[in-house]
């Protein structure tokens, strides 16, 4: 067990764990984040993306060692209220299902809208390209990362 001190959603921790322990898991289970999904564990789905210093990781493939000093936004973390561009667009655009894989895809859409107000169809389908909806919902998880774009292009916040 070794100390080992993040920044998590603001707020700097420091956390008593394994070194290997993967940050998803202290996320959910020392922190009680539990937005923050398990998905594969092999970092292919995109359950458990977060943000690490604004870009997005697989926090089931970030050992804890790995995440000293650094910071991360879970999507609790990505705004107070709900009232970021993607997360209203999500809710406007019906997109969740089962909701599972959605903190992820809201995380990586954030961080895309972060770098690219105004992202491509290209890019868009790059970013979220990686990312099981095990629903099926891509033609409105696409729209909703379509009508974000549209309003942090507009001067809404990204």
């Known amino acids: 067990m070794a100390e080992v001190t993040l920044t998590v959603n603001g707020v700097r921790r420091a956390v008593g764990a394994d070194p290997g322990t993967p940050l998803l898991w202290v996320l959910r289970d020392e922190l009680?984040?539990?937005?923050t999904k398990y998905g594969c564990g092999e970092g292919y789905c995109g359950s458990c993306t977060v943000l690490e210093e604004g870009a997005p990781v697989r926090s089931c493939q970030v050992p804890l060692?790995?995440?000293a000093g650094k910071r991360y936004t879970t999507i609790e973390g990505l705004s107070n209220d709900g009232s970021h561009p993607a997360q209203r667009a999500w809710l406007e655009q019906n997109v969740s299902q089962c909701g599972?894989?959605?903190p992820g895809m809201i995380l990586e859409a954030a961080a895309l809208l972060a770098r690219r107000a105004n992202p491509t169809?290209?890019?868009?389908?790059s970013a979220l390209g990686d990312h099981l909806c095990r629903c099926g919902s891509y033609p409105r998880i696409?729209?909703?990362v379509r009508l974000a774009a549209r309003r942090a292009a507009a001067g809404g916040r990204p």
């Open 100 to 102: 599972f894989c959605q």
């Open 121 to 125: 169809e290209e890019e868009i389908a």
């Open 65 to 67: 060692a790995q995440a």
């Open 142 to 144: 696409l729209s909703a």
């Open 32 to 35: 009680g984040l539990t937005g």
